[in-house]
């Protein structure tokens, strides 16, 4: 029975000692398999490049401070043409001065030099025009401006309001439409075509060809303009003729005629011609008007 025992005991420690041994020549290879994915998981992109992109929303407006950026890391062919790849580049993109931001930028959005200013520059709305088209201030009250609801990027109607009284007894006024359907650029110096806040100002500014500037140039020496909003997506020019006081209460809504100095007068087209000397008006391109009478409202 001893025999037995001890024999049992021996097989045992033989068992054991053949285990331990065969461990120890199998636990070196597989600790280095485990050590190794790590190491090809961590490892840097392969082919990247350093992007700035915004760190947060950046509103339209803004000087950046280092504290506006980041880098990221990008597949190079991912990397936007023109960006920039460091922080320091941005902040001193033109002689270390900081820009501006032209336009909202979201959070980690690239920042690009088409969307900033240069040093120190405040929002430039000459970058926001279209070819051919100006930018022309008009001068507006909390009234006139449709009470601050029109805002930047919004498209208007101008309105004029002349008084043609003159040394009538009776009061004389006429309005007619300058232009239709023209951007609004800004109003005062709000010109964030993102904000949506009703804001009122002395100026509104609005987008306008060379011709439409000589409109608004003379039409502001003749009377009070005035803004008429236009429904989103809106158009359509309509035929517009001016009306006259004298066609409210019972009169017949004629112009009164003028024997001296100068006015104004618009055809159907809302084009403003000069009337002189003895009320015969001047006969413009594509006007047919020979009589200082206008149709009545």
Avoid: C, W
């Avoid at 280095?32 to 407006?61: E, H, K, L, T």
């Amino acid at each position: 029975m001893r025999l037995v025992t001890i024999g049992s005991l021996g097989a045992s420690a033989a068992l054991g000692l053949g285990a331990l041994i065969v461990a120890r020549m199998l636990l070196p290879a597989t600790t280095g398999q485990v050590q190794a994915a790590p190491r090809v998981f961590v490892s840097p992109m392969a082919n990247a490049a350093s992007v700035v992109v915004a760190a947060g929303d950046i509103p339209f407006g803004r000087r950046l401070g280092a504290g506006d950026l980041k880098v990221i890391q990008v597949p190079r062919d991912a990397a936007p043409a023109g960006a920039f790849s460091t922080v320091n580049q941005v902040l001193a993109q033109d002689h270390g001065g900081a820009p501006v931001t032209l336009t909202t930028i979201a959070a980690r959005e690239p920042l690009l030099p088409a969307k900033l200013s240069g040093p120190g520059a405040r929002s430039s709305v000459a970058a926001e025009l279209a070819p051919g088209m100006r930018a022309y201030a008009i001068a507006v009250t909390d009234a006139t401006s449709v009470g601050g609801h029109a805002l930047p990027g919004d498209r208007v109607d101008v309105v004029l309001m002349r008084d043609l009284t003159g040394a009538s007894p009776r009061k004389m006024l006429e309005s007619e439409v300058v232009i239709q359907n023209v951007r609004l650029l800004g109003v005062g110096l709000n010109a964030d075509p993102t904000s949506d806040k009703p804001a009122t100002a002395a100026t509104a500014t609005l987008e306008v060809s060379v011709r439409d500037a000589q409109k608004l140039a003379m039409a502001g020496q003749l009377g009070a303009l005035s803004l008429a909003l236009r429904p989103t997506g809106l158009a359509e020019i309509e035929a517009t003729s001016p009306i006259s006081s004298g066609g409210f209460g019972g009169g017949d809504g004629e112009r009164p005629a003028r024997s001296h100095g100068s006015r104004a007068a618009a055809d159907r087209g809302g084009r403003i011609t000069v009337v002189e000397g003895d009320g015969a008006p001047s006969r413009a391109a594509g006007s047919t008007a020979s009589s200082t009478k206008a149709p009545a409202a």
